[in-house]
Nanobody, 126 residues
């Protein structure tokens, strides 16, 4: 069972995109779902996370105020609404779950997550 990330594409600076993440088969596993991104030559970076039970949200500093993560229990989907996009947001975006518990530190670590999606490419042109 994998996670399917979708919604990436090419957008101009200042534009918006909405990414989606859904499990192929069953539901999400664990405390919640996280989004990370990885630009060429750089380490994977925490973007946002959401607790599945109570929708508590966490954001990385570079995206605070511009991105919003939500969950839809009816469709078992997590969305990442990205507004005011900048060229620095260009990266492959990954969603992940199977995290045992959540706090403001744990959700930011890639090692906390046990299952990852294949990634979706977001390119922001200047």
């Amino acid at each position: 069972v994998q996670l399917q990330a979708s919604g990436g594409g090419l957008v101009q600076a200042g534009g918006s995109l909405r990414l989606s993440c859904a499990p192929s088969g069953r539901t999400f596993s664990g405390y919640g779902v996280g989004w990370f991104r990885q630009a060429p030559g750089k380490e994977r970076q925490f973007v946002a996370a959401i607790a599945w039970r109570d929708a508590k949200t966490y954001y990385g500093d570079p995206v605070k105020g511009r991105f919003r993560i939500t969950r839809d229990p009816a469709t078992s989907t997590v969305h990442l609404q990205m507004n005011s996009l900048e060229p620095e947001d260009t990266a492959v975006y990954f969603c992940a779950d199977d995290i045992k518990y959540g706090d403001s530190y744990t959700v930011t670590r890639t090692a906390s997550y046990g299952r990852w999606g294949q990634g979706t490419l977001v390119t922001v042109s200047s």
